[in-house]
Nanobody
Framework: QVQLVESGGGSVQAGGSLRLSCTGF????????MGWFRQAPGKEREGVAD???????SYVDSVKGRFTISRDNAKNTLYLQMNSLKSEDTAMYYC????????????????WGQGTQVTVSS
């Protein structure tokens, strides 16, 4: 059974930093595309960043230059380093895994974590 467990959320002032972690169980982590999504109250869930099995990354424009996605396959863990946080980054952040980043972008065959809350106060 696939499980994704996030940690690292919290409350921070604007301009601050947080690092999210996601550890996966029950699948071949190194071969999967991994990503972070977020959902703010009243808004749709949006993709934030993803990382291919070969390490290629992509980001939504609003976080480019501020967020960094990375993975440690030896630890089955995905990270999201978030710097220069803004109030508009406030959301529930979800870790996700799929067999390809194309599938992940379409939410097809995607496994989800339970989410971790990030709150940025201005």
């Amino acid at each position: 059974q696939v499980q994704l467990v996030e940690s690292g959320g919290g409350s921070v002032q604007a301009g601050g930093s947080l690092r999210l972690s996601c550890t996966g169980f029950g699948y071949e982590h190194s071969t999967y595309c991994m990503g972070w999504f977020r959902q703010a109250p009243g808004k749709e869930r949006e993709g934030v960043a993803d990382i291919e099995s070969d390490g290629q990354t992509s980001y939504v424009d609003s976080v480019k230059g501020r967020f960094t996605i990375s993975r440690d396959n030896a630890k089955n863990t995905l990270y999201l380093q978030m710097n220069s946080l803004k109030s508009e980054d406030t959301a529930m952040y979800y870790c996700a895994a799929a067999w390809s980043c194309a599938a992940l972008s379409l939410r097809r065959g995607t496994y989800w974590g339970q989410g971790t809350q990030v709150t940025v106060s201005s």
